[in-house]
């Protein structure tokens, strides 16, 4: 998360054009949440960046927590009146009471915490009966064209591209999480796209704002840092998609994320 903290690290870019999550996702939260008796006072959004999930929070909860270890990013959060944003590490979460917390969300972000510390904190300001909920969602697929899905996985992944410019922890999220002990109570782990269940990172955006998309990758920062001379290498491969594809920059394509969504309750 080291790169996301950084003063020069863009937020506004961030905010405008970082993906959100679908309806559905926090149906998923607040209907496990009520099947374990939860009330519906306050949330945290640990990780908030710029305020996301909390902004969407704010709609259901009378008060909501905005956490993140980056004052750059808040800069850039959504306000709302019933949100308090609060620079902090996951591993400090000091700026809340104990038991103070009905639900606590994690979006994108649990993988670059140090698991044991985190859940420690998360156990302590979790009311009884509280709920955790995280989401982690890989690499972008374009559902009508496969050999851009490539692309894109290739320049994420790649070495001899943005693969080694990643901050630690990327390695935990491309594998959904699995290796996290999540030592909550009645943990469901559910993955995304499902056979049965609806997608809750679906999109359809414009090859121009797609491409601003990648843009906020923290290993396109950390690559551009590290090679100041070479050419831009976002701009290299979605040219390289569009001239493939016959697509311009004001064309919609429609893409989703694979992801995870764990929950769990504070027995």
């Known amino acids: 998360m080291a790169t996301f903290s950084s003063k020069t690290f863009n937020s506004a870019l961030y905010q405008s054009f970082r993906p959100g999550y679908n309806a559905d996702f926090f149906k998923m939260i607040y209907n496990y949440h009520a099947k374990h008796n939860g009330k519906f006072d306050t949330a945290a959004d640990v990780g908030t960046g710029t305020g996301q999930v909390a ?37 400090n979460l000091s700026v809340l009471p104990s038991a103070s917390v009905d639900v606590l969300t994690v979006a994108q972000a649990l993988h670059w915490f140090d698991h044991p510390r985190f859940f420690s904190e998360v156990k302590r300001v979790l009311k009884p009966s509280g709920t955790f909920a995280a989401v982690g969602y890989s690499f972008v697929i374009f559902k009508d064209y496969p050999r851009a899905g490539k692309r894109i996985l290739d320049l994420g992944d790649q070495p001899d591209q943005l693969g080694t410019c990643w901050d630690h922890g990327r390695l935990i999220l491309d594998n959904m999480y699995k290796s996290i002990d999540v030592p909550m109570g009645s943990v469901e782990r559910h993955y995304f796209p499902h056979e049965t269940l609806p997608e809750i990172m679906s999109d359809k955006v414009t090859m121009g704002h797609f491409r601003n998309y990648i843009k906020t990758w923290s290993s396109y920062k950390n690559y551009s840092q590290k090679y100041p001379d070479r050419p831009d290498i976002v701009d290299l491969t979605i040219d390289a998609i569009m001239e493939e594809e016959q697509l311009k920059d004001e064309d919609e394509v429609a893409i989703s994320w694979p992801c995870v969504v764990i929950l769990g309750t504070n027995a």
């Open 55 to 91: 902004s969407v929070l704010a709609e259901k909860f009378a008060k909501v927590h905005g956490i993140d270890p980056s004052a750059k990013m808040l800069e850039a959060a959504v306000q709302k009146p019933n949100i308090s944003y609060h620079v902090a590490n996951g591993e």
